[in-house]
């Protein structure tokens, strides 16, 4: 999208946020359409099996949209029983945010309800290469078999740039990011009357992130610099309060800062940790590399005392530690 295209957006959506009612995080009602309920913006997160994933979903009053399917087609239903105890309206969408499969496996039993998956075209492209590195390696570590792997995600929706779902009521405005994030591809959502931003694992706030990178030729591809230059993009949106895929909620300008912060002190951790291994560094890529993902988890819950989710780092640093060993 060229800069002139996108600052017109951002200015557009900056100005139906602000026109909106006041800020209103997870189960807080928004206004709603004239004889419906009003809107509210929640969430559902599964348990750490389903490596505490969050999906948010956006009732208009109208119709539900759900930004993010869930890890398994259990852990989706869960999600849209919980959607059901508390509105009457249909689920219509279900945005994938980026192509990791806590995002996408779900996806099916959303579809079963008839609700459209949509993605951005380069997300839906990524899927294929995602879902088969993912399902070898967890039949392989005995978490799956053959059959009950969930299967892989169908996208009813593609866009690229920008799209507008075209609901009954209310607003949700997709945006692809320039950068790729946590993953090789990364779209947020606009949620005007909940003056929302909805970015996925771009921002774990308070919580510690999953460091593997996105998959690229058959491999973990982890980029930090490109991870900080989406970070950056969501300033464009500053006024609005991000909610990621894990973690906590925040304003637009603390979200970013801290995402990149500790981005950077994450990096400067394993780099100091691969440096003292000297010549056994390659146990990063061997049967010894669990020990050293524990120790640098250690690590960083010394760094972060106050963040979450600790064993984000035990089972996802592999990507980033071994990119950085391999220097």
């Known amino acids: 999208m060229s800069k002139l295209i996108r600052a017109a957006a951002v200015a557009s959506f900056t100005a139906l946020a602000a026109c909106a009612s006041e800020a209103a995080g997870p189960s807080v009602p928004a206004e709603g359409p004239a004889g419906a309920p009003a809107a509210k913006l929640a969430a559902f997160t ?7 994933t969050r999906s948010y979903y956006y009732d208009t009053g109208r119709e539900v949209v759900v930004f993010d399917a869930q890890f398994t087609g259990a852990y989706a239903r869960s999600a849209i029983a919980q959607i059901r105890s508390e509105t009457q309206s249909p689920i219509t969408y279900v945005v994938v945010t980026h192509p990791n499969p806590d995002k996408f496996n779900g996806a099916s039993e959303f579809q079963k309800i008839g609700a459209k998956v949509v993605a951005s075209r380069a997300t839906a492209g990524a899927i294929d290469e995602v879902h088969a590195y993912k399902k070898a390696y967890m039949i392989g570590a005995g978490m799956f078999t053959e059959e009950t792997y969930p299967p892989k995600a169908v996208v009813d929706v593609t ?3 920008a799209y507008s779902l075209p609901l009954q009521a209310g607003a949700v405005e997709l945006r692809e990011l320039e950068h790729a994030g946590v993953s090789t591809t990364q779209t947020v959502a606009i949620v005007p009357s909940a003056r929302a931003l909805v970015v996925g694992d771009l921002v774990h706030h308070k919580a510690h992130a999953w460091l593997e990178g996105g998959i690229r030729n058959g491999k973990p591809s ?4 490109s991870w900080r230059a989406a970070l950056d993009e969501l300033l464009e949106f500053d006024g609005l309060t991000v909610y990621g895929g894990r973690g906590q909620s925040a304003p637009v300008r603390a979200a970013v800062d801290e995402q990149k912060a500790y981005l950077t002190a994450m990096e400067s951790i394993i780099e100091r940790y691969v440096a003292s291994l000297g ?3 390659s146990e ?3 049967a010894e590399a669990p020990s050293h993902h524990k120790k640098i988890a250690a690590l960083a819950s010394a760094e972060f005392p106050d963040y979450d989710l600790a064993y984000m780092i035990e089972y996802g640093v592999y990507g980033l530690a071994n990119a950085i060993a391999s220097k």
Do not use: H, Y
Request: charged share 35%; net charge negative.
């Open 46 to 52: 599964s348990d750490a099996a389903g490596f505490d």
């Open 159 to 161: 866009f690229e740039g």
């Open 222 to 225: 982890p980029d930090l610099a």
């Open 279 to 281: 010549e056994k560094k």
């Open 284 to 286: 990063l890529s061997g």
